[in-house]
T-cell receptor
Framework: DTEVTQTPKHLVMGMTNKKSLKCEQHMGHRAMYWYKQKAKKPPELMFVYSYEKLSINESVPSRFSPECPNSSLLNLHLHALQPEDSALYLC???????????????FGPGTRLTVT | DQQVKQNSPSLSVQEGRISILNCDYTNSMFDYFLWYKKYPAEGPTFLISISSIKDKNEDGRFTVFLNKSAKHLSLHIVPSQPGDSAVYFCAASSSDKIIFGKGTRLHILP
């Protein structure tokens, strides 16, 4: 099973809402990632978890709150978002961190988020 | 400041011919380079990679070439097939992060 799943596929939320994005993998990978991708732009790294601990936070605003309940699951909690946060949010996983094992990342299909 | 650059937003190639996608980078600390392929409504899919200590890596129809002195890499697809039509992202890595280029949309023409 080389699949990373993400739910929901699409999400529309108001600026006062609280919602969560979910990501799951069953490849035994110990590193998981959140990326944000705007239209016609490359994916931009937001967070990296390694062994369920936050390893990298790319100065992401606190209205985005990641959570890694276990080695297979990664959540992204959203609160008080702005319209400019509308984007495709991609989850990825890799065997681990460190030379080469972090590089070959498997991506989910993404959640298309629209903030109104 | 873009550290990974794909200067061609799109490329059209006849089916059966060779597709060459180019990528330039600026950071000499990158030690691993990757190509990802992305179809609409799907996440990027890992395609092929190359370590900075090598200059060529081949996998079936896909070959990646690395020219460290020029800070340039390229992806060759031969022969090109209709299913190769997608967006191709060049990526470079160091310190557990991957930095992506903006992508090149490849159209394979019948």
């Amino acid at each position: 099973d080389t699949e990373v799943t993400q739910t929901p596929k699409h999400l529309v939320m108001g600026m006062t809402n609280k919602k969560s994005l979910k990501c799951e993998q069953h490849m035994g990978h110990r590193a998981m990632y959140w990326y944000k991708q705007k239209a016609k732009k490359p994916p931009e790294l937001m967070f990296v978890y390694s062994y369920e601990k936050l390893s990298i936070n790319e100065s992401v605003p606190s209205r985005f709150s990641p959570e890694c309940p276990n080695s297979s699951l990664l959540n992204l909690h959203l609160h008080a978002l702005q319209p400019e946060d509308s984007a495709l949010y991609l989850c990825a996983s890799s065997q681990g961190l460190g030379r080469t094992s972090s590089y070959e990342q498997y991506f989910g299909p993404g959640t298309r988020l629209t903030v109104t | 400041d873009q550290q990974v650059k794909q200067n061609s937003p799109s490329l059209s190639v006849q089916e059966g011919r060779i597709s060459i996608l180019n990528c330039d980078y600026t950071n000499s600390m990158f030690d691993y380079f990757l190509w990802y392929k992305k179809y609409p409504a799907e996440g990027p899919t890992f395609l092929i990679s190359i370590s900075s200590i090598k200059d060529k890596n081949e996998d079936g129809r896909f070959t990646v070439f690395l020219n460290k002195s020029a800070k340039h890499l390229s992806l060759h697809i031969v022969p090109s097939q209709p299913g190769d039509s997608a967006v191709y992202f060049c990526a470079a890595s160091s310190s557990d992060k991957i930095i992506f280029g903006k992508g090149t949309r490849l159209h394979i023409l019948p």
